[in-house]
């Protein structure tokens, strides 16, 4: 017979208790351990990436020519605005963990994952947004795994974003394949 058989779920009466007081902390209890600090630093980087998204998504938006480019800039505006509200949320949830959102100009393209992109032909325009669309997918699913059962609410909302981030790729790729 297994061990674990035996074994009941329990709740932590300490950490229950540890959770009435420091109410000047709002939703970060005791429990969050050691790791919320990284989980803030994981989460402004990710900002940076959504922010320099929204202004490459922008700049092809409005500099996007040729005879595909108003379906083509359409989208590129739609995933701009997507992005807008990742950044909203991913800024919502650093305050929530007591952390501040990192917006400084001076730093966004040295803690973004994507890369800002000055195309202005539209398949180079699409395979740039592309490239991002795919590493963003892949900083959030390394980011999913880092932060694991540590942060239950970070990781549902980061897996939010992945599923987005995963359509704008496909999105992306269908561009380019027209």
């Known amino acids: 017979m297994n061990a674990n058989t035996n074994a009941r779920l329990v709740l932590d009466e300490k950490a229950i208790e540890a959770a009435k007081r420091g109410l000047d902390e709002g939703a970060v209890t005791p429990s969050y351990g050691p790791w919320r600090e990284d989980i803030v630093r ?9 922010l320099v998204c929204i202004l490459r998504y922008k700049r092809h938006y409005f500099t996007a020519h040729g005879l595909a480019s ?12 997507a992005e807008a509200g990742h950044a909203d949320r991913i800024a919502e949830r650093i ?11 001076d730093s ?6 994507a890369d800002y992109d ?3 032909d539209l398949k180079a325009m699409i395979r740039a947004n592309l490239v991002a669309e795919r590493v963003a997918v892949e900083t959030y699913r390394q980011m999913i795994n880092l932060i694991a059962d540590k942060d239950p609410t970070t990781r549902r909302l980061l897996e939010d974003v992945l599923n987005d981030e995963e359509e704008h790729a496909d999105d992306m790729r269908d561009l380019l394949d027209e």
Request: hydrophobic share 35%; no cysteine; aromatic share 4%.
């Open 118 to 120: 000055a195309s202005s």
């Open 42 to 50: 994981l989460l402004n980087d990710a900002l940076a990436t959504e």
């Open 70 to 81: 108003p379906n083509v800039a359409e989208e590129f505006l739609e995933h701009a605005n």
């Open 108 to 113: 966004l393209s040295r803690r973004s994952h």
């Open 95 to 105: 305050v929530q963990l007591g952390g501040e959102p990192d917006f400084s100009p």
